[in-house]
């Protein structure tokens, strides 16, 4: 079992940053993934970034190509997104989560996770 705890989230002005930390603990495997995925008010949850157990692999959605980096730092059992030149469409409650047997393959569904934290909100505000 993996338990994921998000942090980091809260208000921000336009074109300004902020990361976001999530902190894994149980047993995590060398095939596994990590991904961001965020949900708004009245809209369905949605992929934002992925990163495979070794880090050298991402994937982003394109609304955040650019802006957005995922990393992981596996000595601390902890992956981040850092976000950049934020907008206020970003605002969301994001979610980290860990998918088990992916080998490499980044997944972008939610059906394609096993384990989520509870979210953390981020605001940002014009």
């Known amino acids: 079992q993996v338990q994921l705890v998000e942090s980091g989230g809260g208000l921000v002005q336009a074109g300004g940053s902020l990361r976001l930390s999530c902190a894994a603990s149980?047993?995590?495997?060398?095939?596994?993934?990590m991904g961001w995925f965020r949900q708004a008010p009245g809209k369905e949850r949605e992929f934002v970034a992925a990163i495979t157990w070794s880090g050298r692999t991402t994937d982003y959605a394109d609304s955040v190509k650019g802006r957005f980096t995922i990393s992981r730092d596996n000595a601390k059992n902890t992956v981040y997104l850092q976000m950049n030149s934020l907008k206020p469409e970003d605002t969301a409650v994001y979610y980290c989560?860990?998918?088990?047997?992916?080998?490499?393959?980044?997944?972008?569904?939610?059906?394609?996770?096993?384990?989520w934290g509870q979210g953390t909100q981020v605001t940002v505000s014009s």
């Open positions: 989560a860990y998918a088990i047997r992916r080998n490499g393959v980044l997944p972008s569904g939610r059906s394609e996770y096993n384990y």
């Open positions: 149980g047993r995590t495997f060398v095939d596994s993934a």
